[in-house]
T-cell receptor, first 109, second 116 residues
Framework: QQPVQSPQAVILREGEDAVINCSSS?????VHWYRQKHGEAPVFLMI?????EQKGHEKISASFNEKKQQSSLYLTASQLSYSGTYFC??????????FGAGTTVTVRA | DAGITQSPRHKVTETGTPVTLRCHQTENHRYMYWYRQDPGHGLRLIHYSYGVKDTDKGEVSDGYSVSRSKTEDFLLTLESATSSQTSVYFCAITQRGLRGSSDTQYFGPGTRLTVL
């Protein structure tokens, strides 16, 4: 049930863009995105509900394709502060989340 | 931070000993969760609770038990710790409002457990 994230890692220069994908084989009620800095707890970024909506946080946005059970996280004009590991969490309407293995993002000056 | 604390924050123990980790929240959240985090696996759900004395298993519950006698405390017990249980353990709560309108899961600071 664990969703699959890709890529596993990405290296960016400041100002570049990146896309992180999250896919599930199960029908989803919602997708949650988190960012975790080294040695810290994951921090909630946004939640997307079925219906194909998009949301944004700073210059980070996401989409949810309900038919394909896929979500994508878009990092636009990346900043040094965007470095960290990004996790998607998928919910199948049972109040539990299954998390992907994470995508490590490194932004360099 | 949703008023979540975990104790202890670090612990080193020996194989075969029992260990209890505590999660404490101050905002009366109904749902509480225990996860473990290991490299390459992300966060995996151990147990969760949907109310006082109401708990259920997650995907990696073998070797763990939980108890919730008060809304604010959710305890995770390793009955006989093994080296494979060396991990970082996170407690989380779900802040729920109208369905979907404010469902956010907040994590505690984590407990780093080493089993020798």
């Amino acid at each position: 049930q664990q969703p699959v994230q890709s890529p596993q890692a990405v290296i960016l220069r400041e100002g570049e863009d990146a896309v992180i994908n999250c896919s599930s084989s199960k029908a989803l009620y919602s997708v949650h995105w988190y960012r975790q800095k080294h040695g810290e707890a994951p921090v909630f970024l946004m939640i997307l509900l079925k219906g194909g909506e998009q949301k944004g946080h700073e210059k980070i946005s996401a989409s949810f394709n309900e038919k394909k059970q896929q979500s994508s996280l878009y990092l636009t004009a990346s900043q040094l502060s965007y470095s960290g590991t990004y996790f998607c969490g998928t919910e199948m309407a049972d109040y539990k989340l299954s998390f992907g293995a994470g995508t490590t993002v490194t932004v360099r000056a | 931070d949703a008023g979540i604390t975990q104790s202890p924050r670090h612990k080193v123990t020996e194989t075969g000993t029992p260990v209890t980790l505590r999660c404490h929240q101050t905002e009366n959240h109904r749902y509480m969760y225990w996860y473990r985090q290991d490299p390459g696996h992300g966060l995996r759900l151990i147990h969760y609770s949907y109310g006082v004395k109401d708990t259920d298993k997650g995907e990696v519950s073998d070797g763990y038990s939980v108890s919730r006698s008060k809304t604010e405390d959710f305890l995770l017990t390793l009955e006989s710790a093994t080296s494979s249980q060396t991990s970082v353990y996170f407690c989380a709560i779900t802040q729920r409002g109208l369905r979907g309108s404010s469902d956010t899961q907040y994590f505690g600071p984590g407990t780093r457990l080493t089993v020798l």
